[in-house]
């Protein structure tokens, strides 16, 4: 086994594969994680899919919550509003002690977004970000959600690409709060359409963006 790193070293994250795990189990292992971490402790990236669900930010306006139907609705402690999650969806969380990272959240927040415009132009899809509205776009459709929370000075939550998923739940919401936002994914657009296979791939660029001024 490695040795952990000093409080003030900087490892790579543990990157971990979970398969489809249901949302509010992850997310309370994601605060148990980061409630106990210590200075030594090594951050970890989990990617994963959800069952079908809807979330909301903790400030996020319920008016944008159109029409749910047996889609779970769970209020969570995220910024941001509404969004979808599903089968056919990467979910990538990265639990990063931000302060050893010499990292602030806009820094994760653009690490995550170049990780996905990167690892989406290895299709030759051309992904880009827009001000004032976190996520990746390509020609004006959402192909990549984030919301993140810092606590202890370390980040959970995080990003939602669209792999190869049903996208009509999308139409139940506003999706992030914008009223008829159109969403789009990567099956779509030419690239894969295997979840796992999407996470292989695009686990390394994420990696790259947050080590990149380490």
Not at 18 to 43: I, K, N
Not at 56 to 84: E, F, K, S, W
Request: hydrophobic share 45%.
């Amino acid at each position: 086994m490695l040795p952990l790193p000093a409080a003030d070293e900087a490892a790579a994250p543990l990157v971990k594969w979970l398969g489809r795990v249901d949302y509010e189990p992850t997310w309370r292992a994601m605060q148990r994680f980061t409630d106990e971490r210590g200075p030594r402790t090594l951050d970890e990236i989990w990617l994963l899919e959800h069952p079908p669900v809807f979330t909301l930010g903790m400030n996020a306006d319920r008016a944008h919550l159109l029409a749910p139907g047996d889609i779970p609705v769970v209020q969570i402690d995220r910024g941001g509003q509404v969004t979808y999650h599903g089968p056919g969806q990467l979910v990538v969380y990265p639990l990063i002690d931000l302060r050893r990272a010499g990292l602030g959240v806009r820094d994760l927040v653009t690490a995550l977004e170049q990780s996905v415009i990167a690892y989406a132009g290895t299709f030759g899809i051309r992904a880009e970000t827009k001000p004032r509205a976190p996520g990746v776009y390509v020609q004006g459709a959402k192909l990549a959600s984030i919301g993140i929370r810092v606590r202890r000075g370390a980040s959970y939550h995080g990003l939602a690409l669209n792999v190869n998923l049903d996208l009509a739940p999308f139409r139940r919401i506003n999706p992030c709060g914008y009223q008829g936002l159109e969403m789009t994914q990567l099956a779509a657009l030419g690239g894969p359409a295997g979840v796992r296979e999407v996470a292989d791939g695009y686990a390394p660029r994420l990696l790259a963006q947050l080590t990149a001024d380490s």
